[in-house]
């Protein structure tokens, strides 16, 4: 069974940094390519950013170009999101997930919360 769990949320000011991790487990992770998504409060689920299968290529949303970066290991089935220039905007739950999962997506992990206020 396909278990994602994300970490590394909390609480942080303006302008500060985070790294988010996402450990995927029961699933083809190094052969799928994955996406960082988030969802505020009374807002629809949005694309953060995406990753190839290898690490190759990446995507990112204009709103957090050029401060957020995607990686991923193989090796560890992990996947991490390092979010530098932190805006209130950015407040959301921080959820990872294989590229075009749909809400309907049935193995969406709890997500980790972002705070960012001061």
């Known amino acids: 069974q396909v278990q994602l769990v994300e970490s590394g949320g909390g609480l942080v000011q303006p302008g500060g940094s985070l790294r988010l991790s996402c450990a995927a487990s029961?699933?083809?992770?190094?052969?799928?390519?994955m996406s960082w998504y988030r969802q505020a409060p009374g807002k629809e689920r949005e694309l953060v950013a995406a990753?190839?299968?290898?690490?190759?290529?990446?995507y990112y949303a204009d709103s957090v170009k050029g401060r957020f970066t995607i990686t991923r290991d193989n090796a560890k089935n992990t996947m991490y999101l390092q979010m530098n220039s932190l805006k209130p905007e950015d407040t959301a739950v921080y959820y990872c997930?294989?590229?075009?999962?749909?809400?309907?997506?049935?193995?969406w992990g709890q997500g980790t919360q972002v705070t960012v206020s001061s």
């Open positions: 997930a294989p590229q075009g999962a749909t809400p309907e997506y049935e193995y």
């Open positions: 990753i190839g299968s290898a690490g190759g290529s990446t």
């Open positions: 029961g699933s083809t992770f190094s052969s799928d390519a």
